[in-house]
């Protein structure tokens, strides 16, 4: 039997239930909701599960939960609240900036109040009706380049939420330490997270492939957008790029605690023709040691 190891969480939102994000935002509209932040701590430590990266959240629920997984075991980092531009898509999990004046005054605040480090949604997020949409167009590339200056500058690690080639072209070549979901890359882009190993590809193959069968979207679509994905990470793992497990735990069909196993399944079947089951685990665990290196402030 191939022995199991136990991987962390290097994507989730605390704040999020996996079934309605409007509900599960209203829940936390007062303040964080500590009996439901302790139930969903439980569910990791019952899973196992020791290491948790949140990706921040409006409403203070990420750093009430890095304040109380301690209780839990659990090694919980976050970086307080998300940062987008205003006018596009983030405002339910952070802040907007209107330039980069005001970016670097947020850069500021989460050093300053305890985050662990810089979190900042440059694209739009799926539209799963049609392959290839998405919500809003990405930030430009030289924007791109200075918020990564700028964290980088401030001593801090910066995770992007991101999608498409042009984005994750420029966020590569800017030394960007993650690359959050990166749907609708090229092989251009496997070829340089390979060349890149500072920074690290976590795919979030749950939120698509949870949805196949539900009837929210068209099938063919959310298996065209997974088949693709799935590629891709064969591509960066096949050239040497680091990839590793997070599944965005708490978005639509993705269960806290439960989505970790869920993103394994799916990385394995994209990984099967090339690796062994345990030696997919050893490499993502590698790898989620790396940023549990990397985004954790001294």
Not at 189 to 211: F, K, M, Y
Request: net charge neutral; proline share 3%.
């Amino acid at each position: 039997m191939e022995k199991k190891i136990q991987l962390g969480e290097c994507h989730a939102h605390m704040v999020l239930d996996g079934v309605y994000y409007k509900a599960a935002l209203e829940r936390h509209r007062e303040g964080p909701q500590e009996d439901t932040i302790r139930k969903v701590l439980r569910a990791y430590q019952k899973a196992g599960i020791t290491y948790v990266r949140d990706g921040g959240d409006a409403c203070g629920v990420a750093a009430r939960a890095a304040r109380l997984a301690g209780e839990y075991g659990i090694e919980y980092r976050m970086p307080l609240f998300a940062m987008h531009r205003e006018g596009r898509y983030g405002h339910m999990v952070g802040k907007a900036f209107r330039d980069l004046r005001e970016y670097r005054q947020l850069v500021d605040r989460v050093k300053r109040n305890g985050g662990d480090f810089i979190k900042v949604m440059v694209s739009g997020i799926l539209d799963f009706s049609e392959y290839g949409r998405m919500s809003c167009p990405s930030l430009e590339n030289e924007e791109i380049r200075e918020i990564v200056n700028i964290a980088h500058g401030e001593g801090m690690a910066i995770m992007l939420h991101i999608n498409g080639t042009r984005p994750i072209l420029a966020a590569i070549e800017a030394g960007a330490d993650s690359l959050e979901h990166g749907f609708y890359m090229s092989a251009e882009c496997c070829q340089a997270l390979a060349e890149h190993r500072e920074t690290v590809w976590v795919p979030t193959l749950a939120p698509v492939g949870n949805q196949i069968g539900c009837g929210r979207y068209p099938d063919d679509v959310l298996r065209e957008i997974l088949f693709r994905q799935q590629r891709n990470v064969r591509r960066v793992v096949q050239a040497g790029g680091r990839v590793t497990l997070g599944s965005d735990a708490g978005a639509y069909l993705v269960p806290h605690a439960q989505g970790v196993t869920d993103e394994l399944g799916y990385l394995t079947e994209a990984l099967k023709t090339t690796m062994e089951p345990t030696a997919i685990q050893i490499m993502l665990k590698e790898n989620e040691d790396w940023i549990r290196t990397r985004f954790c402030r001294s």
